[in-house]
T-cell receptor, first 111, second 115 residues
Framework: DAKTTQPPSMDCAEGRAANLPCNHS???????VYWYRQIHSQGPQYIIH???NNETNEMASLIITEDRKSSTLILPHATLRDTAVYYC????????????FGKGTKLSVKP | DSGVTQTPKHLITATGQRVTLRCSPR?????VYWYQQSLDQGLQFLIQ???????AKGNILERFSAQQFPDLHSELNLSSLELGDSALYFC??????????????FGPGTRLLVL
């Protein structure tokens, strides 16, 4: 699985959009981009994933650049409960294997 | 709530002891994964089972073992415990999707403290 690079920390004001970047410049054509988050020692929570098209669900939007070398997770209206570590992971489509977690981005949502 | 359950939530034991952590996957999920999260190592994959059989191994110590039972629940056995085994242990499950984009769902974890 390709490696990812994320900023170690970010701040966001409550109610504003949180934009979390991820660099995956060595991603292969058959690798998906997954986002998980972990809220203070709870189990990691799946957020969203995509291949090359932008994706949106009830939690977030995922924007993947046309060359697929980077992506941005967008939380449209961040709340205090969105304070967490966010992990960007790339993995092969249909892979049944384990997830490889990096250090992620610690997002702090402030009132 | 991910649908994955883990027991116990907390476990305090002494060095040299043996403990068993239990995981019940989401209904219908065939794969179970175990991860360890310590303060200095982050989330590390330990082992994966699929429909009762070991599928993949990560950085799992020889003192640790796991199994998945016919009802698909899984147990992680940790023996000859050392102080460094203190960590959060997470179980995750996923369905088996032919060619699909398999997503893992994590349980709430078991916090192990070895004194």
């Amino acid at each position: 699985d390709a490696k990812t690079t994320q900023p170690p920390s970010m701040d966001c004001a409550e109610g504003r959009a949180a934009n979390l970047p991820c660099n995956h410049s060595t991603i292969s054509g058959n690798e998906y981009v997954y986002w998980y988050r972990q809220i203070h020692s709870q189990g990691p929570q799946y957020i969203i994933h995509g291949l090359k098209n932008n994706e949106t669900n009830e939690m977030a939007s995922l924007i993947i650049t046309e060359d697929r070398k980077s992506s941005t997770l967008i939380l449209p209206h961040a709340t205090l409960r969105d304070t967490a570590v966010y992990y960007c992971i790339v993995r092969v489509a249909g892979s049944q294997g384990n997830l490889i977690f990096g250090k992620g981005t610690k997002l702090s949502v402030k009132p | 709530d991910s649908g994955v359950t883990q027991t116990p939530k907390h476990l305090i034991t002494a060095t040299g002891q043996r403990v068993t952590l239990r995981c019940s996957p989401r209904s219908g999920d065939l794969s179970v994964y175990w991860y360890q999260q310590s303060l200095d190592q982050g989330l590390q994959f330990l082992i994966q089972y699929y429909n009762g059989e070991e599928r993949a191994k990560g950085n799992i110590l020889e003192r640790f073992s796991a199994q998945q039972f016919p009802d698909l629940h899984s147990e992680l056995n940790l023996s000859s415990l050392e102080l460094g085994d203190s960590a959060l242990y997470f179980c995750a499950s996923s369905p088996h999707q032919r060619g699909g984009r398999e997503t893992q769902y994590f349980g709430p974890g078991t916090r192990l403290l070895v004194l």
